[in-house]
Nanobody, 124 residues
Framework: QVQLVESGGGLVQAGGSLSLSCAASGRTFSSSVIGWFRQAPGKEREFVAVISRSGSNWYHANSVKGRFTISRDNAKNTVYLQMNSLKPEDTAVYYC?????????????????WGPGTQVTVSS
């Protein structure tokens, strides 16, 4: 099992930056693919980014490509999401999630473990 906790959310002005962290506990973290998702009020949960077990493969949604960067440090059991050039439409609760394989990475239903989420609010 993997337990996940997000941190680093907050209120920022448009154009600003935030760095989210996803801290994991459990023996299977380094064998887990980790994804970031977000959910705005009244909207479905949306894929943001994903990173492979070793960190050698990653993918970002088109809506955040060039602005967000996912990375991981397996020695620290942590995955990061660096968010730059934030826009009001990035406002959402951000979740990290874990799954076993680097397949069906866009589908939140394929992820077995989820953190409680952290709120990101971008003001215009």
């Amino acid at each position: 099992q993997v337990q996940l906790v997000e941190s680093g959310g907050g209120l920022v002005q448009a154009g600003g930056s935030l760095s989210l962290s996803c801290a994991a506990s459990g023996r299977t973290f380094s064998s887990s693919v980790i994804g970031w998702f977000r959910q705005a009020p009244g909207k479905e949960r949306e894929f943001v980014a994903v990173i492979s077990r070793s960190g050698s493969n990653w993918y970002h949604a088109n809506s955040v490509k060039g602005r967000f960067t996912i990375s991981r440090d397996n020695a620290k059991n942590t995955v990061y999401l660096q968010m730059n050039s934030l826009k009001p439409e990035d406002t959402a609760v951000y979740y990290c999630a874990a799954k076993g394989s680097y397949s069906s990475i866009y589908n939140p239903n394929e992820y077995a473990y989820w953190g409680p989420g952290t709120q990101v609010t971008v003001s215009s």
